[in-house]
């Protein structure tokens, strides 16, 4: 398998080298919302319907009793209870320090405006299922929602064709206290938590990554005025390297990413063509050692070996792809990681590579892709909050100001608000 290689593009050819693998159909929306039109008529009928037409499974009860869960946690290993729990750590430490302290500031006398971060009451999160049951999405959710006081946390994952949630997922969810959870997948889970069911409750902003049913059915789920962590597409990584990286580290970072989807994307950029031209062999070689090789050759496919001139390019690339996953395998990471401006998380040095992030070291890994890091961050602590400001005026404070907002409602032709003022200042 030959990853493309492309040596020195013009900056006008930039933008077909970063165009992602999967495009938004008329069919795609239309699919997702014959899905949540069914969910929100129908309910718990319309999601056994759909998960016998879509996964072939029968469905009895819709939630994870207490028993399941308890069954589920004994099944799992010491060794993988011990991996969650230290990642569960590491995930909890750093997402702690995130608190973002109350804020009061008198901004002229007798007028005092605060800022104070509120939990979202209610939330939903997605746990994919399928191929690569996804556990450690469950830590990057719950342990943040948990942080920040979410009050009631649900959480939707499909059930095998035996009706049984995978039983590291349900480990995890013990972990991070989340007990409300039900055997729901695709599309139709997100539209359950978006309109509510008879078991399951309706939220007010739902998380997870998915496939693209799943993302195009929270996109249309904040029609019901319900919010979502971001866009996304499928996942993708950029690597950086010079010409001391090791090829395997390079390789391996592009079979990771590879594995995740048929649709994943890989790129390296580079200034050094003798490392771009051994790099397709490295990779060859690695991928014969792994499953899953025809889905990792799909994304493959569509990956790239990029050779650019200078530095400055491969930075001027690297803003304007803004990648999911950005590695930065080169002497000068530390100088070059300043100067970026769009990615969702970086990973710096040789020893960094992107599974770190994905499970252990501490960051969260449900990150905007699809160029959406131009303008959005990865989940994080405040993705579970809501900021409410609150300003307390005395007579003194709004006489102090009480002359610029009236001049400033009659200029605009608000005379109501021009009285709110004048009245209580006697006028």
Not at 166 to 187: D, E, H, P, Q, V
Not at 261 to 274: C, F, K, N, V, Y
């Amino acid at each position: 398998m030959t990853v493309e290689i492309t040596k020195y593009p013009d900056r006008s050819q930039w933008p077909a080298l970063m165009r992602r693998a999967v495009a938004e159909t008329r069919e795609l929306h239309d699919t997702v919302a014959s899905i949540m039109a069914q969910v929100r008529e129908q309910g718990d009928k319309a999601l056994r319907e759909l998960a016998l037409k879509y996964d072939g499974v029968q469905l009895g009860d819709l939630a994870v009793s207490p028993a399941e869960m308890q069954q589920a946690c004994d099944q799992v290993s010491q060794e993988l209870k011990t991996a969650i729990d230290q990642a569960a750590a590491n995930i909890t430490t750093f997402h702690k320090a995130q608190r973002m302290h109350a804020l009061e500031v008198e901004t002229s006398p007798g007028v005092t405006c605060c800022q104070r971060a509120v939990p979202i009451t209610r939330v939903g999160l997605y746990i994919p299922g399928g191929n690569s049951p996804l556990f450690s999405t469950v830590l990057m959710l719950g342990l943040p929602a948990r942080i920040a006081g979410c009050s009631q946390v649900v959480m939707c994952t499909p059930c095998g064709r035996d009706g049984k949630v995978n039983a590291a997922i349900l480990y995890a969810a013990r972990k991070c206290g989340i007990s409300r959870i039900f055997k729901s997948g695709g599309a139709q889970a997100i539209a359950a938590m978006a309109w509510g069911t008879e078991t399951i409750p309706r939220v007010s902003k739902i998380f997870g990554p998915g496939n693209r049913f799943v993302m195009e059915a929270k996109m249309q789920a904040q029609y019901n005025k319900v919010a979502i962590d971001m866009p996304a597409g499928p996942s993708e990584v950029m690597v950086v390297a010079d010409g001391n990286a090791d090829l395997r580290y390079v390789a391996s970072d592009f079979l990771s990413q590879a594995e995740h989807g048929p649709d994943s994307q890989s790129t390296l950029l580079t200034t050094h063509e003798a490392l771009a031209l051994r790099l397709p062999q490295v990779i060859d070689e690695l991928l014969a050692t792994l499953p899953r090789q025809e889905m990792i050759k799909k994304s493959l496919g569509h990956s790239h070996i990029i050779v650019l001139h200078t530095l400055d390019e491969v930075i001027d690339y690297v803003n304007a792809y803004a990648p999911e996953h950005l590695i930065l395998n080169c002497e000068e990471c530390e100088a070059l990681a300043r100067r970026v401006v769009n990615a969702g998380s970086v990973f710096l040095g040789p020893y960094s590579p992107e599974s770190a992030g994905d499970y252990a070291s501490g960051t969260n890994h449900t990150l905007p892709t699809s160029g959406y890091a131009h303008a959005y961050s990865g989940v994080n602590l405040d993705s579970f909050t809501k900021k409410i400001t609150f300003q307390h005026l005395t007579k003194q404070g709004l006489a102090g100001i009480g002359h610029t907002v009236e001049t400033m409602a009659q200029a605009e032709d608000l005379m109501a608000h021009r009285l709110a003022v004048a009245v209580r200042l006697d006028k």
